[in-house]
Nanobody, 125 residues
Framework: QVQLVESGGGLVQAGGSLRLSCAAS????????IGWFRQAPGKEREGLSC??????GAFYADSVKGRFTISREKNMVYLQMTSLKPEDTAVYYC????????????????????WGQGTQVTVSS
């Protein structure tokens, strides 16, 4: 099973930027998708974005489209976050594997087997 470790979270002012990193180790994941999710206090875990490691395509939820960018370099997957808002405050997780990368895939959290420990992002107003 693949192991995932997130990093890069922190405290940032509204309008600022952060780049989250997800380091993957273990069996090769190039046949699957990797996704980013977040969970705010008292809310369900929300699927934000995913990247298809085979074809290179990506999906973004409406809540982050135009502000967040997912990218990959070797065993690292990044989530570049810009124009951050206080409502982006949450613990951010990466997850894998999934055979698809689309809205349906990120909406089904139970389909993703491997999760990192999460990294906290706090956006102050």
């Amino acid at each position: 099973q693949v192991q995932l470790v997130e990093s890069g979270g922190g405290l940032v002012q509204a309008g600022g930027s952060l780049r989250l990193s997800c380091a993957a180790s273990g069996p090769p994941q190039h046949l699957y998708a990797i996704g980013w999710f977040r969970q705010a206090p008292g809310k369900e875990r929300e699927g934000l974005s995913c990247r298809d490691l085979r074809a290179g395509g990506a999906f973004y939820a409406d809540s982050v489209k135009g502000r967040f960018t997912i990218s990959r370099e070797k065993n690292m997957v990044y989530l570049q976050m810009t124009s951050l808002k206080p409502e982006d405050t949450a613990v951010y997780y990466c997850a894998t594997p999934h055979p698809f990368c689309d809205a349906t895939a990120v909406s089904k959290r139970g389909d993703w087997d491997s999760w990192g420990q999460g990294t906290q992002v706090t956006v102050s107003s």
